[in-house]
């Protein structure tokens, strides 16, 4: 064993090291979840709904298994799911900034909402009544329509259009385009309508119950596991397209498997959650400074506990003691997330060699 | 023994534009490359040279005529097998973040991973071996954007030697290197080469060093043939003063350098020989002076031991340097 390997074995087992503290995080982060909400409950009392021993309460039953524990999954499928499509997204237009938000995708998916909820308040046409709408899997639909139609397009151009940077200025003029749409939209609505629309433009990791996440669950497991599958492609094309060609990678394929697996993540938590703003961007980042390596081998996974660790983290924050009810998740992964950005970039002073 | 790992024929290399047309740059060309020969590509901007390596590398379709890879056709031989054959270092930049020396290096073993492109024992091997013979080893845990131009382009060449194969492209790689560097480069090449039987081409401006180290050379000019052949014989045969001489430039058969011709404002004869004399000789040319030439000369100079001895219309004067005798033709004319 020379020196150079054996300094190579010992960085890998120092990453190991940090997966397990990550997971312990998380670990004492979803129970912190469970623990706090707008209602008090005795630690005990969740130790013994936990263990399924019975409780003191029945409603305090009811909101650990119904609200919180649903929640704090969504939490945990959320961070992760935007964190990878972040993370996909950055190293495939290989721009620090690049994100869910970016390429349109979101806004895609709130045009597919807004059409739903919006459109229908024309009188004579409506559809769906209000109080069907904010639990209706109708919404996931209209969502997920609107997402891929979005990333339909950018899949077209992307095939069409090598340039990467074209493709992503595309998708942000798009975004605008989507936006000022939606905006005519809002205009025209009911009061009763847009005020929906807002709330679920807020994002929420709370309106998705047990049933709902049978479907949420294998889509994501499905997305992460595509990315598991995109890490030596993903390294390949770090180094450029021509570089990652001489080694024997379709540049073409690695481009719109992983617009594909980026856009199904972000349109399945976008339907469920409503467009949670900067985590997708921000994750990538925390996990590229946590291990100071641009390795997706490390990354991949890396994105995923960063995204868990801090998607629960803000949910808690949102549901702390104190703040009556629950701030929107939104509101808490702005106010979080953009700081994070902002101290990832200039602490790393080589931004543009960020990704 | 010489083998043949690539070979052209009747290849021709372009563009294709839209509508169907086709911008040809060269065509008819046969080449060959050989193991153990490094193959220098010359010829002027927009000549080219990065056509011929991107067509040979595969990132450009072929206009006409074919390219083979050790016999097998180019076109048929898989991404995966290609890998294994050609390995290229190119002129664009390489932005890979937060990666170490010695991960750059492990992208030449992608070819060999698993899916999860983890590194076996023997590519950990071949990487430290790629490592020592760029003279890299010592940077292994060193971040690739801290390295200097020089640096970076040793860890590219490290990685086309982990790829470990038989040919290696390389599009100018010594531009934006200092003299050293340059030198540098090319002798870790030549060693790698010589020693691991590959087969290297690089497309250079290095003219001089292009004829010091390359085995072959390969002239390339706008819309002129390509020529081929071992470096001597092109320039005695006028070949390089065919491509690079300008109204300006002359390529000097004698020297192998370029001369920059203008009208001489006069000549200069020298009495003496030795290293003053011919330094005395540059500078007197740098400055526009013919020098020993047919016509009378406007001054004549003595070097005697540590001194020149400058004779202008039967005046003389001692100069005990170069630029004092420079400076006193300077005041005479």
Known sequence: MTEISLAYQKHQKSIAGKFVAMGLVILLLFILNIAFGSVTIPPLEILQIIFGTGAGKASWQGIIVDTRFPQAITAVLAGAALGVSGLMMQTLFRNPLAGPSVLGVSSGASLGVALLMLLTSVPGVRIITQNQITNNFSVVIAAFAGAFAVLVIIMLLAAKYRSNSTILIIGIMLAYVISAIVGILQFYSLKEDLQAFIIWGLGSFSNVSWQQLTFFIPVVIFGLGLSILMIKPMNAILLGDNYARNLGFNVKRISILLITGAGILVAVVTAYCGPIAFLGIAIPHLSRNLFKSSDHFINVPGTILSGIMLALFCNMIARLPGFDGALPINAITSLIGAPLVIWIIIKSNHYQKAV | MKDVVLNTKKLSIGYRQKGGLKNVLHKGLNLRLNRGEITCLLGPNGSGKSTLIRTLAGFQKIIDGEVFIQNTELSTISAGESAKKMSVVLTEQVFVGNMEVFDVVAYGRSPYTGFLGRLSEIDTMTIEHALRETGIENLHNRKYFELSDGERQKVLIAKSLAQETPIIFLDEPTAFLDFPSKIEILQLLRKASWEQNKAILLSTHDLQLAIRFADKIWLMGNDKA????????????????????????????????????????????????????????????????????????????????????????????????????????????
Request: proline share 3%; no cysteine; hydrophobic share 40%.
């Open chain 2, 226 to 333: 390509m020529q081929a052949g071992i470096p001597e014989d092109l320039i005695l045969s006028g070949r390089f003063a065919e491509f690079f001489d300008r109204d300006k430039t002359k390529f000097d058969i004698a020297s192998g350098n370029f001369e920059f011709q203008a009208q001489p404002i006069g000549n200069i004869n020298i009495n003496g020989s030795g290293t003053s004399a011919e330094w005395l000789k540059k500078a007197l040319i740098r400055k526009g002076y013919q020098v020993n030439g047919i016509e009378n000369p406007v001054a004549v100079i003595d070097i005697t031991k540590n001194q020149y001895q400058i004779t202008r219309d039967k005046e003389s004067t001692q100069a005990e340097t170069i630029a004092e005798v420079l400076e006193a033709i300077k005041k005479a004319g």
